[in-house]
């Protein structure tokens, strides 16, 4: 007799869609993650795959994990992994080089022999940490490779397993730092690399084309947004106000002049703490709030 703990990993089902791995083998229907308004389910149905059939040579299209250093500079301490082509949400993740260990921020689902190598000569995995359950993936398979473990916000135990508080130092001494805001999850969260004034949005603060474009030395005029605030960004549903305030709340502490999103492409410089204040200012602005207290805020 088989138990669900003799299943090898590689054939546990993945949702076709979100990317999220569950643990039986069995997958639940609909699956969770999709069914939750924030997400959706597809026209086509509910699938589910597997790492192993994701892996095999028969696969179509073949899949690549791309690892490569941040914006291209060799002497980083910021590297970015993307699957190409797009596979399911298609987030990146980012592998963190301290000399207190590596650390994974967010997960993708696919995983193969080529990844691991490449990450291993790198120095491996110390710590996984993930902004919330969008990007669970295939997390546990990896935990158990680089056999770290995996810090996710408690108040989304509903989805998995848990950090307490409002701030966790993923390796102690490392400076890089799990601020949870809330928002688009009750445990959203994201991720300040304090010494290299870099912070890691995921989607919990959200990206947007006015952000990363560039606007010469006239700069941007004034109302133009770097960024947006999503309970829901598939299905285009905001963040109420105290929300939005809340995250700059969570974060107002923070020193950063660099961010990066969850998506390639999704990088901003200069400047970046304002343009998040500024930009949560347009947004509750936008949805009538004139008075609403978060337009008394300041960064200092």
């Given at each position: 007799m088989t ?8 054939d546990l ?164 730092i799990g ?122």
């Open positions: 138990s669900d703990k003799d299943i090898d990993p590689l089902p993945i949702c076709t869609t979100c990317g999220t791995q569950f643990s039986t083998p069995t997958p639940p229907t609909p699956c969770p993650i999709c069914d939750d308004p924030r997400q959706y389910l597809p026209p086509s149905g509910q699938d589910y795959t597997t790492l192993r059939a994701l892996r095999a040579p028969t696969h179509e299209p073949p899949l690549k994990n791309i690892l490569a250093p941040l914006n291209n500079n060799t002497n980083t301490k910021i590297y970015t992994l993307h699957t190409t082509p797009k596979h399911c949400i298609g987030q990146r993740a980012f592998l963190l080089l301290t000399p207190h260990g590596n650390i994974l921020w967010d997960c993708i689902p696919y995983l193969d022999d080529d990844t691991i190598t490449q990450i291993k000569a790198l120095g491996g995995i110390s710590a996984i940490i993930i902004s919330h359950p969008h990007y669970y993936a295939t997390h546990l398979v990896w935990a158990e490779v680089f056999n770290c473990p995996v810090y996710l916000s408690v108040e989304d135990r509903e989805w998995q397993i848990f950090w307490e508080g409002k701030e966790v130092e993923v390796l102690p001494g490392s400076g890089v601020v949870k805001t809330g928002g688009h999850f009750p445990g959203s969260s994201v991720l300040w690399w304090k010494d290299e004034g870099v912070m890691f949005l995921a989607d919990t603060i959200g990206t947007i084309p006015s952000g990363v474009g560039d606007y010469g030395s006239r700069g941007r005029r004034e109302g133009t947004a770097s960024y947006t605030f999503m309970w829901s960004y598939p299905n285009m549903i905001p963040l109420p106000p105290d929300e939005v305030h809340g995250i700059w709340k969570a974060i107002k502490h923070t020193e950063f002049d660099r961010a990066y999103g969850a998506f390639m492409g999704m990088d901003t410089v200069g400047n970046c703490k304002k343009r998040v204040l500024d930009s949560a200012k347009i947004f509750v602005r936008a949805m009538g709030f004139l008075d609403h207290a978060i337009h008394e805020e300041d960064c200092a």
